[in-house]
């Protein structure tokens, strides 16, 4: 097992990538804190990690809140005794430009997508200096990388985790601590058929168009799963402020 006597703690981890990562992570021997805002999905995650023989634990956190950050390393270390992985991929997704873009949807994106990343680092990072080592991955985008269409805000806040992913690496490598993010392409989660239906399109329409790149096809999330579980093993031992874009080739194009 790749991850075996090793504790992770996954944001959003309660559906999608999360949840697909939380899984793979337990076969593979991690003990497992997921976060999320809806108990019921969360519960439900760690009882299928309970049923597989895994060691899982729910804490309900707000990743907009220091204090819900705190609490969710706390609450971690208390049930496992230490992080030694974080996976910050708590995020969300409204399509629009910058005039449709209300303020309010704008701070949404950047206190979850970015600030969330920030908060739980914080709230996780003494930890990791005083083992000595940790990972940190954090969760992109490939429009973290380039730009997207009816998606300002979201672009703005993805493209700031990249950079704040560089900006820690630095920071903390002297540490034993190694911090890299993962930049996904359209995958199949809960989130693309609301992106649908919010830019007017039918659901058919909406894959043959995320299918357009090189390899012809949306991704899936254990697909992404698998990547963020590189990043989180000794197989990238030398990986730190890297964006590792896993797209199909959509920003190839």
């Known amino acids: 097992m790749r ?3 090793q504790c992770a703690l996954i ?5 999608g990538i999360g949840e697909a990562t939380a899984l793979l992570f337990s076969r593979e021997g ?3 804190a997921v976060t999320g805002r809806d108990e019921g999905r969360g519960q439900r995650v760690v009882e299928t990690i309970e049923k597989g023989g895994g060691r899982a634990i729910f804490v309900r956190a707000d990743v907009r809140k220091a204090a819900d950050c ?3 390393v706390a609450e ?3 049930a496992f005794g230490r992080v030694h992985i974080l996976f910050n991929n708590a995020g969300i997704f409204y399509p629009h430009d910058t005039l449709a873009c209300s303020e309010e949807e704008w701070d949404e994106h950047i206190d979850i997508n ?3 990343v920030f908060l739980m680092s914080k709230a996780a990072l003494p930890g990791m200096i005083a083992l000595g080592r940790g990972v940190i991955i954090n969760n992109s985008s490939g429009w973290g990388i380039v730009g997207g269409d009816k998606a300002v805000a979201y672009c703005a806040s993805k493209g700031g985790v990249v950079l704040m992913t560089k900006a820690m690496a630095i920071d903390h490598g002297r540490q034993g601590i190694r911090v890299n993010c993962i930049c ?3 995958v199949e989660t809960p989130m693309l058929p609301v992106d649908a239906k919010m830019r007017g399109l039918k659901w058919e329409d909406y894959l043959a168009s995320c299918a357009n790149r090189p390899l012809g096809r949306i991704g899936t999330v254990d697909e992404i799963a698998k990547a963020v579980l590189f990043l989180a093993t000794d197989d990238s031992s030398f990986m730190t402020g890297a964006a590792l874009i896993v797209d199909g080739g959509g920003t190839a194009d």
């Open 114 to 116: 970015l600030k969330g």
């Open 184 to 186: 996904p392409g359209d």
């Open 11 to 15: 944001t959003g981890g309660t559906s």
């Open 30 to 32: 991690a003990q497992v």
């Open 3 to 5: 991850l075996a006597n």
């Open 76 to 78: 971690t270390v208390k």
């Open 70 to 72: 705190q609490h969710a």
